[in-house]
């Protein structure tokens, strides 16, 4: 971990694009999909998972969701259901209407807010596996109002029994209309061209290993896509008021995600430093994950001092964090200052796991320094929009000579003519 000055520092981690090999595979895996449909994803699905199904096997049937809801504990079915009211509350508040403008020469000028057909959400198997990002991924699909989401997963997400029953009961509970026993760029390559059994989608959604991630880039512009996610990061921004019990304990919950992940502390105060570098110590050593989190501390973690909450504020900005915790004495004081951050934790009662499991904006952030430019997933991400222009005769009349001095002095003499051909024969 490096513990020191702030200036020069610079977190480096390298965007995973893949090796050629691994590009090759997923482009042959997607061609092959979208050139033989059901027969490559079978054999895929053979190949990759060791599970030799039929194409009527495919899809999960009611029985198999409603069994799912007997495996899993009521305090976790409880829980779920909360969350997902949280976030649907919150994301509620996002939504936004068709709007129309209507001048008083006649012209009308808008735009129309329509949610997607079909959307469809990769959910990993293995350690990767969790049901809040099933919420998160469709709750806003939701919201929006998408009708139909579909829900691809490894067939045994679940080990031998299967796919796991807290996935399927979480896709259930959030409103999933289709969920399918299928993984990797197969499956991908599956919502985005079609197949006999799983019908195209317009985005797809969802965390994935490098395979899914290639998959997912190989096949935009087919479809859309949320992003090519990078690993958690969390940068906490402290002065003397703050716990460092607390500040180390949110940095090894982002450090235990991953051997990538970032955990990074930025204060002016020494002593603090020096306070929160001996918690990790202590505090990793009875974590059950404690090789990823040393790991990850080691290769990305950093305690930065710095001169000033002020310089600190420059420091998170330049850093982007996925997450950033404000533990300072009066932490509002800072937020409009702080302009590069995909969701911001304000005092010490405001621990990231809130924003991961239960407040309701949502946890799908900008990772790898994107949230200079990127943001949560919302509802807009579920939204295409579609302009509005219903020009009146008297507003042409008085904005021709404009438009075709535009489209002449572009070389587009169709484009003028277009607009003077309904000039002709008015009235002087």
Same mark, same amino acid.
């Given at each position: 971990m490096y513990i020191g000055k702030a200036e020069g520092f610079k977190l480096d981690r390298k965007v995973e694009y893949g090796t050629p090999e691994q590009n090759e595979a997923v482009k042959r895996i997607v061609e092959a999909v979208a050139r033989e449909g059901d027969e490559a994803l079978l054999r895929y699905t053979a190949a990759f998972d060791k599970a030799s199904l039929t194409a009527g096997q495919?899809?999960?049937?009611?029985?198999?969701?409603?069994?799912?809801y007997a495996k899993v504990e009521p305090e976790f079915l409880e829980a779920l259901r909360q969350a997902a009211a949280n976030i649907t509350a919150f994301h509620e508040k996002q939504k936004r209407n068709t709007w129309v403008d209507l001048q008083p020469d006649g012209t009308m000028l808008g735009m129309v807010h329509r949610p997607l057909r079909r959307v469809g959400l990769y959910v990993p198997g293995g350690k990767a596996a969790y049901p809040s990002s099933v919420l998160m991924n469709v709750l806003p699909a939701k919201v929006a109002g998408v009708p139909e989401i579909a829900l691809v997963t490894p067939p045994a997400t679940g080990g031998r029994e299967g796919i796991d029953p807290y996935i399927l009961v979480a896709a259930a509970e959030a409103g999933v209309t289709e969920?399918? +026993?299928?993984?990797?760029? &197969?499956?991908? /390559?599956? !919502?985005?061209?079609?197949?006999? $059994?799983?019908?195209?989608?317009?985005?797809?959604?969802?965390p994935g290993n490098i395979y899914v991630a290639?998959?997912?880039?190989?096949?935009?512009?087919?479809?859309?896509?949320?992003?090519?996610?990078?690993?958690?990061?969390i940068a906490v921004l402290a002065d003397d008021s703050a716990d460092p019990r607390y500040i180390a304990a949110d940095m090894l919950s982002q450090a235990e995600h991953d051997e990538m992940a970032s955990a990074v502390l930025v204060t002016p105060s020494q002593a603090?430093?020096?306070?929160?570098?001996?918690?990790?110590?202590?505090?990793?050593?009875?974590?059950?994950?404690?090789?990823?989190? +040393?790991?990850?501390?080691? &290769?990305?973690? /950093?305690? !930065?001092?710095?001169?000033?909450? $002020?310089?600190?504020v420059e420091v998170v900005n330049q850093l982007a964090p996925e997450h950033l915790e404000v533990m300072t004495e009066e932490?509002?004081?800072?937020?409009?200052?702080?302009?590069?951050?995909?969701?911001?934790?304000?005092?010490?009662?405001?621990?990231?796991?809130?924003?991961?499991?239960?407040?309701?904006?949502?946890?799908?952030?900008?990772?790898n320094g994107t949230a200079r430019f990127?943001?949560?997933l919302n509802v807009d991400d579920f939204m295409k929009k579609s302009s509005?222009?219903?020009?009146?005769?008297?507003?042409?009349?008085?904005?021709?000579a404009g438009i075709a001095a535009l489209a002449r002095h572009e070389g587009l003499e169709g484009h003028a003519r277009a607009v003077e051909i309904r000039l002709e024969g008015r009235e002087s």
């Open positions: 495919l899809r999960v049937t009611e029985e198999e969701i409603q069994g799912a969920m399918y +026993r299928v993984g990797g760029a &197969q499956a991908v /390559a599956a !919502l985005a061209y079609g197949t006999a $059994s799983i019908p195209a989608v317009d985005k797809i959604c969802g290639l998959a997912k880039r190989a096949v935009f512009g087919a479809v859309d896509i949320d992003s090519i996610a990078g690993p958690s990061e603090l430093a020096e306070a929160v570098a001996a918690e990790l110590d202590r505090q990793v050593a009875t974590l059950p994950r404690a090789d990823i989190a +040393r790991k990850s501390l080691e &290769q990305y973690g /950093a305690i !930065l001092v710095v001169d000033s909450l $002020s310089e600190g932490p509002m004081e800072l937020l409009g200052r702080i302009e590069t951050a995909g969701a911001i934790f304000l005092g010490p009662y405001s621990s990231e796991p809130v924003g991961d499991y239960f407040a309701g904006p949502n946890h799908i952030l900008p990772t990127s943001s949560p509005l222009i219903r020009y009146s005769k008297e507003a042409l009349l008085r904005d021709a």
